[in-house]
């Protein structure tokens, strides 16, 4: 049961450009929201997360928006660098045993 | 740092073999889980244990088991190896709910 959509599926971005990845759910039973970065040859890692009492949440480069009322949330890259080319996913949990991750984005940072 | 050591980063079997893919972490965490990576899929999430014994279904638990004797070590096991089961598979453990996951580098099997 699908319950998040990611989008897009991959995305090319020149280097300083704002990459936007985006996921939206289907229910309000959500307490926590992350997003995973994943390298080649690595498993994923804790990039930055939200919980839904916040609308923004600013971690260096890295910010999450976040819209309850639309049941999105977004990660957006500023001046975004060739060394943030991987794999991202967004994440919902709703308890330990529910976190439901999206499908996956592959973001690649041109030169 | 969390470490969460996974046995094998390659692996490949022939169908009908039985498989053990091992994992240990070492931060005492509570939760332990199993995931399997495939493309355009994302993360689905096979067993997940909150304590020692303790076991719980995922979202696709057919075809698999898991063994916690350890609260450090989570066995996930391919009691007859298919086809459709090669994939990349990630063991994570995390301290508690709404705790952030620290994942293995995971494990590619390859079932021919």
């Known amino acids: 049961q699908q319950q998040v959509k990611q989008s897009p599926q991959s995305l090319i971005v020149q280097k300083g450009g704002i990459p936007i990845i985006n996921c939206a759910y289907e229910n309000t039973a959500f307490d926590y929201f992350p997003w995973y970065q994943q390298f080649p040859g690595k498993g994923p890692a804790l990039l930055i997360a939200i919980r839904p009492d916040v609308s923004e949440k600013k971690e260096g480069r890295f910010t999450i928006s976040f819209n309850k009322s639309a049941k999105q949330f977004s990660l957006h890259i500023m001046d975004s660098q060739p060394g943030d080319s991987a794999t991202y996913f967004c994440a919902l949990y709703s308890s330990a045993s529910k976190i439901i991750f999206g499908s996956g984005t592959r973001l690649s940072i041109r030169p | 740092d969390v470490k969460v050591t996974q046995s094998s980063r390659y692996l490949v079997k022939r169908t009908g073999e039985k498989v053990f893919l091992e994992c240990v972490q070492d931060m005492d965490h509570e939760n332990m889980f199993w995931y399997r990576q495939d493309p355009g899929l994302g993360l689905r999430l096979i067993y997940f244990?909150?304590?020692?014994?303790?076991?719980e279904k995922g979202d696709i638990p057919e075809g698999y088991s898991v063994s916690r004797e350890k609260k450090e070590r989570f066995s996930l096991i391919l009691e007859s190896a298919s086809t459709n089961q090669t994939s990349m598979y990630l063991c994570a453990s995390s301290p508690g709910e709404d705790s952030p996951l620290h994942f293995g580098n995971g494990t590619r099997l390859t079932v021919t």
């Open positions: 244990s909150y304590d020692v014994k303790m076991k």
